[in-house]
């Protein structure tokens, strides 16, 4: 079974960092990509950034380009996200997403990309 876990989420004041990991079991292939979603009360789900296994491109939103960044230990089988400079707007709960060899080929900031999602750890960030 596989199964995504999210940890390191918490509160912080505006300005300061943290950083998520997303933890994989149960899945011996490599994924296609792996990405970091939010999503914020009354808000819809928005991809935040996203890593190509195979050829390591990452994207991220504009909103966090410069402040954010996404890495993975394959050897770990973990996804990161290391947050900077963080701001009351990036306050949602965050969730880690997978797409294997089957999921359909679409853009990577549409969830329908992905076929594994974790439950999601929660940030909040004070101003």
């Known amino acids: 079974q596989v199964q995504l876990v999210e940890s390191g989420g918490g509160s912080v004041q505006a300005g300061g960092s943290l950083r998520l990991s997303c933890a994989t079991s149960g899945y011996t292939d490599s994924w296609a990509s792996m990405a970091w979603f939010r999503q914020a009360p009354g808000k819809e789900r928005e991809g935040v950034a996203t890593i190509y296994t195979g050829t390591g491109n990452k994207y991220y939103t504009d909103s966090v380009k410069g402040r954010f960044t996404i890495s993975q230990d394959n050897a770990k089988g973990t996804l990161y996200l290391q947050m900077s400079s963080l701001k009351p707007e990036d306050s949602a709960i965050y969730y880690c997403?997978?797409?294997?060899?089957?999921?359909?080929?679409?853009?990577?900031?549409?969830?329908?990309?992905?076929?594994?999602w974790g439950q999601g750890t929660q940030v909040t960030v004070s101003s």
């Open positions: 997403a997978a797409a294997d060899s089957r999921a359909p080929g679409i853009i990577w900031y549409s969830d329908r990309r992905y076929n594994f």
